[in-house]
DNA sequence: ATGAAAGCGCTAACAA
DNA sequence: TTGTTAGCGCTTTCAT
């Protein structure tokens, strides 16, 4: 059994509670330092490591932060989580990581577990929106933010990339370039950055003074290769005119490479592709991909941030960071080709 | 302020010890059914969540286990905490996950501060050898289990893939094609993998009566596109004859790649790629890389299995688990040219 | 079958 | 500046 606080106080001459005074920073000011190092030498000297647990039965607080993600394999979201755990590593803080498959009920299971763990604040990096979860946390003030997703309507902390900004940029280039008949791939409607694109998209389209029906746009079902896959045969089989996809993700962009592989067409000569994101990777698929920068690991860093400024100061107002986002131009887009 | 057990109990009519063992699966059956009823009823009620920090602080279990990895977004430990989490979860545990990025302090503040937090046991992906943080577990009775790395002179729990079938499966599918000059970019020999691995490219060699001159092995200092780059940058300068190389992982194998666009050679026509791990992605990079295939998410899922196996019974004694592997070809290999 | 009492290891009033 | 006391919420003897 390891040495407990009672017995590097026994050790020092001096009651538990002096110990405690001595060994906790904040409070090392109220005892003689004479004392202070006798009860230090005793803890070296027993090998004296507190129990947290102890500690946080006494305290409400753990030390812990939640991070919610929907899946964890998804590359996107490890350089969310690293962010999320330098910073709160440095802060003295632990994260404890929950996955939910992007299943209602298991997010409901997992934050339910993480707040039964007492951990002192969360970061949901979960899309959905409308979510009633939020409005559970939001009414039991637990402090949280919101990762990658934006709900103005709600007093609460959100971090997100500026993705009116990167749609724009995609846009834009693909406008210079000559493109004129530019179909959207959609993220699904449930999460908050597929709307924020979409809307985008319609938008620009519009600023660009090109026509709605000749950039049609085709909702996925989900942020994963398949749908990108299914989304852009149906483009190509109604909207045969199309030179060029502005795809809502990576994987969905990806997913317009294989459809271009099985129909004998070239990338970018045939059709032009951009994606969002900027996942690991991207840069090695063949074209590399044309796709808006996002800083994930700044999401993450920043999300922490945030969570923390709530725990110094829980009276402290919400406030939304949106986070600049930049269009790496690579191989698969170019000029449309000549009709 | 959530109701605690006192409060359930009093609602109940009940005193709180009562309640205790009316809400424990364990303890139930020494309670009254009629009473346990009320005590559930009570507790449903009042929406009493249970406070695991007071649990653990008597019983000294958190239902917890620690993971250990080098870098979350290395895009191998994804699933291997995947699997960790999901068998964890279904038997009632969470899983507190730590980056070490493979610095030895980080790694020991990391392991301290996790069995600080009073971790029920740990699962280490840290795949460096002779590692002290290893045997003062061992000596301190933690239950673990290491993954991706066997210590065949320690008694610990471990789960692998089977590297030397994947080497040879590999080997042999390179010879089959025709090749007689391989090299071998190895990975760090500070890492179980990269000694396993090079040693059996060695033996293979020599059953396939290759000649060892003609087989050059490079070791890379990382893991690391980068590092793959360099050594291959190297042996394509000493052994410009040869023309396959076998990397140690994926990410060496598409170090290669990009040499191969440098130097204006194509792959497969001009040298076969052979990577190992088959990583998300490396079927999209061009050509798609032929790999060995390792069941990362099984590597997790048993580890998770091996703790609380460990935890079931104290006394069980170690075993390691070697899960097979399999080669897949793809686009990257292919007979070498004429010469 | 239930209650009483003690205590896990720590910290925070309060008192001296 | 230090000690005393109490208690966080739970489980576990021991007694009834």
Chains 1, 2 share one sequence.
Not at 80 to 99: H, Q, S, T
Not at 176 to 192: D, K, N, Q
Not at 225 to 242: K, M, Y
Request: hydrophobic letters at 45%; a negative charge; proline letters at 7%.
């Amino acid at each position: 059994m390891s040495a407990t606080l009672r017995d590097v106080a026994a050790a020092a001459g001096v009651h538990a509670a002096t110990a405690s005074r001595a060994l906790n920073p904040e409070t090392l000011g109220m005892v003689n330092p004479a004392t202070a190092k006798r009860v230090r030498e005793a803890a070296e000297r027993l090998g004296y490591v507190p129990n947290p647990i102890a500690r946080s039965l006494k305290t409400n607080r753990t030390l812990s932060l939640g991070a919610v993600v929907p899946d964890i394999t998804n590359p996107l979201f490890a350089p969310i989580i690293r962010g999320i755990e330098d910073v709160a590593v440095a802060a003295g803080y632990n994260v404890l990581i929950a996955n939910t498959d992007n299943e209602p009920d298991r997010e409901r299971d997992q934050v339910a577990s993480l707040r039964a763990r007492q951990v002192d604040g969360l970061i949901l990096a979960t899309a959905r929106i409308e979510d009633p979860v939020i409005s559970t946390l939001i009414a039991d003030k637990v402090p949280i933010v919101l990762v990658n997703r934006v709900e103005p309507d709600l007093p609460i902390f959100s971090v997100a990339g500026d993705d009116a900004s990167g749609i724009r940029q995609a846009l834009r280039h693909l406008h210079e370039l000559g493109h004129r008949r530019i179909a959207h791939i959609a993220g699904p409607s449930s999460t908050s950055t597929g709307v924020v694109r979409r809307r985008t998209f319609q938008l620009e389209i519009g600023e660009l003074g090109l026509a709605a029906e000749d950039c049609p746009i085709v909702e996925a079902a989900s942020y994963q290769i398949e749908d990108g896959a299914g989304c852009l045969r149906t483009v190509l089989d109604e909207h045969p005119g199309v030179t060029a996809v502005l795809a809502a993700n990576d994987l969905l962009a990806i997913g317009c490479y294989e459809v271009l592989a099985e129909r004998g067409l070239s990338c970018p000569a045939d059709l032009s592709v951009v994606g969002f994101n900027d996942i690991p990777f991207v840069d090695k698929v063949w074209p590399p991909l044309t796709t808006v920068h996002v800083r994930h690991y700044d999401f993450g860093a920043e999300a922490a941030r945030l969570v923390l400024e709530q725990l110094r100061d829980p009276a402290i107002s919400p406030k939304s960071v949106l986070l600049s986002v930049s269009l790496v131009v690579r191989g698969s887009t170019a000029a449309p080709p000549d009709r």
